[in-house]
């Protein structure tokens, strides 16, 4: 194995420019899913993957999700596009996935460049929408195995993928093509690979072996039949919005301490083993506190604050829908008004308790306010934690592969965000879920800027190539 990846190697880095010119065409794509004038440009995205992989020789389904609801309009979800590179029943079997949309980016956000014209910058970054967020490491295992070929080596594995244009609206359809297919394409995958996330730090590698659920709700307040006047009816009526703001202030204290009764009842105890994972891992206060601008941490101990982003719940308050926002003054008192907040889940909560606590907590403290308004929970969404084991054999050779690449061991960490259909794989091909990241913690995913570095998306694509390379020799039982 060792001249082969070390030929591999090689050939990656004699193509590093040829690499970033494919990112620049894929950036050029504005595969937004969540603009309905962008649709088109999100099946292009599809359509490109499909016959760049087709024309390398892989054979490649085109699953249609069906339609969308969008704002009113009735629109065709994109593809997923489905693929199998080699069918070679000596060889292990490894699935992956990605997702080719985008999040919105428009030049008067802040951008310093057009959002979808890739910058290369002299300090190395890769600046454009999707470079990191997922276009890069979808890229990276077409490249790989396109390199692969291009120097007349052994593919190691079979590879399977699965790329979605939904993610950054939800995956629309996405869990019910895995559930469908998990016996028919999916069918004799041995390990699941993910590279849609990022690094701790901006300088050493990570493994991640868990994600956090998210539990989303609406918390609704409805008084007299349209807004009012506060001069004529402050201090007549009850409002609702004195209402919802009491509310969402006994939800959640200063500290970041869930006010629910029971909600910390489910959390699963720290394990020795995830304990060790916390040594040695490249974070610290003083660069977070870099990032955020102003130092607004919560916790003295830097491994508290990872526990509070990685393995406890959180409860984050996230807007009202309703009341006046606009500059200037309004005296109006509105009618019905709607807040919004959501709990991040950790191993063992489930939905369906969650919901149950957070909904029986405030109808007690809005009965105890004697409100004639009307108030209800909406429990709008209720994504699951997942939690895998950092000793199982695929991250095993996950560690070796970059431990290879980098010179380093990789961090162990988990995830304060949530990548849903990591349990929906896990769940319906019953294997082992890793999740490889390409990118850097300060790549800016979603936000202005995107880049992914120069450094992160060359050595990713090794990476990938190694990854493979040491699962074909990894023994899974």
């Known amino acids: 194995m060792a001249n082969t990846v070390e030929k591999y190697f090689d050939l990656v880095d004699q193509n590093q420019q040829k690499f970033i010119e494919t990112l620049r065409e894929v950036v050029a794509i504005p595969s937004v899913s969540g603009d309905a004038s962008k649709r088109g440009e999100v ?79 002299e300090d190395g970054r890769l600046v454009g929408r999707g470079s990191t967020d997922d276009k890069g490491p979808v890229l990276g295992w077409l490249l790989c195995a396109e390199t692969h070929k291009q120097a007349g080596l052994e593919f190691p594995v079979n590879l399977k993928f699965c790329f979605e244009g939904m993610e950054e609206s939800g995956s629309e359809g996405l869990d019910e093509i895995i559930v469908d297919e998990a016996d028919k394409w999916f069918k004799g995958t041995d390990v699941v690979c993910i590279s849609d996330n990022y690094w701790l730090g901006t300088q050493k590698p990570c493994l991640t072996h868990g994600l956090r659920g998210v539990s989303y709700f609406h918390l609704e307040v409805e008084g007299p039949g349209a807004d009012l006047h506060s001069g004529v009816f402050g201090g007549t009526v009850h409002e609702p919005m004195v209402d919802l703001v009491h509310l969402l202030s006994r939800l959640v204290d200063t500290n970041g301490r869930i006010q629910v009764p029971g909600i910390y009842d489910q959390v699963m105890a720290v394990t020795d083993e995830e304990e060790s994972t916390y040594e040695g891992l490249e974070f610290s206060h003083k660069a977070l506190a870099t990032d955020l601008k102003h130092d607004v941490i919560i916790h003295d101990d830097e491994r508290a604050t990872l526990k509070h982003r990685w393995r406890y719940p959180t409860l984050s308050i996230h807007g009202v829908e309703g009341a006046f926002y606009a500059s200037g003054d309004k005296t109006v008192i509105p009618a019905r008004v709607r807040g919004k907040f959501s709990l991040r889940t950790v191993p063992n909560m489930e939905p369906a308790k969650v919901a149950e606590l957070v909904t029986k907590y405030v109808e007690s403290e809005f009965a105890k306010l004697g409100s004639k308004n009307r108030m209800r929970v909406i429990e709008t969404h209720g994504g699951r934690w997942w939690y895998s084991s950092p000793n199982h054999p695929n991250f095993v050779a996950a560690a070796r592969a970059t431990e290879r690449v980098y010179g380093v061991k990789p961090d162990l960490t988990r995830e304060g965000g949530s990548i849903p259909v990591t349990l929906t794989f896990e769940e319906n091909l019953k294997v082992n879920v890793l999740l490889l990241p390409m990118g850097a913690a300060d790549d800016g995913a979603h936000s202005i800027h995107e880049k992914i570095d120069k450094r992160n998306y060359i050595q990713g694509i090794k990476l990938l190539g190694a990854y493979l390379h040491e699962i074909a020799e990894t023994d899974l039982n």
Not at 65 to 86: C, T
Request: glycine share 10%; net charge negative.
């Open 43 to 121: 099946v292009r995205m599809g359509e490109w993957l499909q016959e760049r992989w087709e024309a390398l020789g892989a054979q490649c389904k085109r699953v249609d999700p069906g339609k969308q609801d969008l704002h009113g309009e009735i629109l065709d979800l994109p593809p997923v596009i489905l693929g199998q590179y080699g069918n070679d029943p000596s060889k292990k079997t490894v699935l992956v996935y990605g997702h080719y949309d985008v999040q919105p980016a428009l030049l008067e956000d802040g951008w310093e460049t057009d959002p979808f014209t890739l910058v290369e910058k």
